[in-house]
């Protein structure tokens, strides 16, 4: 039998789904112009199905185009088809974008910080996930026991980023049941964000080829540990290219405008979680002792800070390694949101150039409530529906994320909430382990 290999064009969606359309390799150069049709309404798609109700309707004609560097291939093989995928931005058939797409938001944010403060940045994703097909054993947690029994995973896993370009950093078996983690190396602006969408297909796509499931879900039952996605980050001069983080004078290290920065993201932390931690059950997850992030505190190699100063490990070159990395972001959020939701936080943080934050000196739910006031830490949201509440509140961020965007993205996820809230939390995990 002939068979024709078939390109998918997509997009990450207000869910983190990774959605799209395909076409015939043979015209992939056309549709690397032309790009392929696209509707409005797919963006109220939830992720357990039902569509949220849409401004839209059945009205609107969109068009996906391409980003040939975000392209991805994976050869499985002459006995299964290969996974060949490109990401694309959602544009108006005029060939502007669309406010309500992910991957454009991020790129003006991106652009904003870049034409505002001369900055790019450098970002990575560390995630977590469960792989089902291992058998859930006591005592796994970064066990060579528990690497060995995923069996052909991890190193087919690896092989495919490899073969997809992707430059892996780690892959070991993490604290939770059936619970690994996996690194790859930084990258500048939304190809970072690119990288973290391939990170989560090509797992994907790896259990699928050998009969099992990888599972992105936030949490796998209320009594587990979660599935973080630790966002790496830090700033750099867009004109001579150096990192702009470390000021050796500053007593913890962080320079003025790394620190208006971070300042930015922890006072919006409580708002963009929204979009960070995007599930019902991600606020399970965002609780303290879970090695998450339950307050908007700023923390020095604290594993349960909201931001998190990262250790650097030679005493030369400091400011190369200096940087911070986002606690309180899941995979139910697409990878565009979540860095566009932080990078519009430190925007917001370098306009007004806050001052630097102050480090919070032990566990945040021990200190007293005098304390907390003084470095302005809370609590985070406890409920997707108190996130959307703050978010929709938020006035300031508004005027980065779009009122079209921002609309859309509370009519999605309030829908979902509504959906999941109505069933006991052991179902709401199931659900959400099925559709990540
Ligand atoms: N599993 C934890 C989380 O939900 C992170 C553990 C770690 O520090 O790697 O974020
Ligand atoms: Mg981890």
């Not at 454009?104 to 977590?128: M, T």
């Not at 499931?213 to 540990?225: E, G």
């Not at 790496?232 to 405008?257: K, M, W």
Request: proline residues 6%; charged residues 20%.
């Amino acid at each position: 039998m002939k068979r024709e290999e078939i390109v998918m064009l997509c997009t990450n969606d207000l869910g983190g789904q990774t959605r799209g359309k395909g076409f015939p390799l043979c015209d992939l150069e056309d549709r690397l112009k032309k790009g392929i049709g696209w509707t409005p309404t797919n963006s109220m798609i939830t992720s357990h199905g039902p569509i949220a109700p849409s401004p839209w309707g059945p009205f609107g004609d969109l068009v996906l185009i391409p980003e040939p560097a975000s392209r991805i291939r994976v050869d499985f093989g002459p006995d299964a088809a290969a996974e060949h995928f490109i990401l694309g931005d959602i544009m108006q058939l005029d060939g502007t974008p669309w406010a309500v797409c992910p991957r454009s938001f991020l790129k003006r944010v991106l652009a904003e910080i870049e034409i505002r403060h001369g900055l790019k940045v450098k970002a990575a994703f560390e995630h977590e996930f469960v792989y089902e097909a291992v058998e859930e054993r006591p005592n796994s947690s970064y066990a060579l026991d528990a690497f060995r029994r995923q069996g052909l995973f991890a190193e087919s896993y690896l092989g495919a980023m490899k073969e997809a370009g992707l430059a892996i950093d780690t892959f070991m078996p993490e604290y939770g049941p059936k619970q690994y983690e996996v690194t790859v190396g930084p990258a500048i602006g939304v190809a970072a964000a690119d990288q973290a969408v391939a990170v989560r297909e090509i797992a994907r796509a790896v259990a699928h080829n050998l009969g099992g499931r990888a599972s992105f879900t936030p949490i796998l039952r209320p009594d587990a540990v979660g599935n973080g996605v630790h966002v790496h980050f830090s700033l750099i001069d867009a004109a001579t290219g150096e990192p702009v983080n470390y000021d050796a004078s500053h007593s913890d290290g962080i320079s003025a405008r790394a620190g208006s920065f971070v300042g930015g993201i922890l006072a919006n932390l409580p708002a963009i979680t929204a979009m960070t931690a995007a599930a019902t059950v991600s606020y399970l997850r965002l609780t303290p002792n879970r090695w998450s992030a339950a307050y908007n505190n700023l923390g020095y190699r604290d594993r349960e800070a909201g931001v998190r100063i990262c250790p650097v490990f030679q005493k030369s070159e400091i400011a190369r390694q200096f940087h911070f990395e986002f606690r309180a972001a899941d995979a139910a959020g697409s990878p565009y949101l979540v860095l566009g939701a932080i990078l519009a936080a430190g925007l917001q943080g370098l306009d007004a150039s806050l001052p630097i934050p102050q480090v919070c000196e032990g566990a945040p739910q021990n200190l007293p409530e005098q304390r907390l006031r003084e470095l302005n830490i809370v609590r985070l949201p406890q409920s997707l529906t108190e996130a959307l509440d703050l978010f929709e509140a938020d006035k300031v961020l508004e005027n980065t994320i779009g009122a079209e965007l921002k609309a859309a993205y509370l009519a999605h996820k309030r829908f979902e909430a509504k959906m999941m809230e109505e069933l006991p939390l052991e179902e709401q995990c199931v659900r959400y382990a099925k559709s990540y």
